[in-house]
């Protein structure tokens, strides 16, 4: 069993930085990949960065692709998700995920941060 804390959420103006983190227990860390996603309300929960086992590759939603950066300190169990220049439209809850499984399928959630970006 794996289980995931997310902090760092809160309230920024636009154009604004916030740096989540996110920490994991159970299992062995360095196993497996990890995610970052964001459900905004009414809408369909989203992919917003993954990261790799070593943290030597990452992905992006083209949304948040070189505004935000993925990740990970295994020594900590850590992973985070810098987030600078923020929007309005990025305001959402924001869960990280666990996927291992090896085949991109994310089988740990935690319980979400909110995020909220005033114009």
């Known amino acids: 069993q794996v289980q995931l804390a997310e902090s760092g959420g809160g309230l920024v103006q636009a154009g604004g930085s916030l740096r989540l983190s996110c920490a994991a227990s159970?299992?062995?860390?360095?196993?497996?990949?990890m995610g970052w996603f964001r459900q905004a309300p009414g809408k369909e929960r989203e992919f917003v960065a993954r990261i790799g086992r070593s943290g030597d590759t990452t992905l992006y939603a083209n949304s948040v692709k070189g505004r935000f950066t993925i990740s990970r300190v295994n020594a900590e169990n850590l992973v985070y998700l810098q987030m600078n220049s923020l929007k309005p439209e990025d305001t959402a809850v924001y869960y990280c995920?666990?996927?291992?499984?090896?085949?991109?399928?994310?089988?740990?959630w935690g319980q979400g941060t909110q995020v909220t970006v005033s114009s």
């Open positions: 159970g299992g062995t860390f360095s196993r497996y990949a």
């Open positions: 995920a666990a996927d291992t499984t090896g085949f991109v399928r994310y089988d740990y």
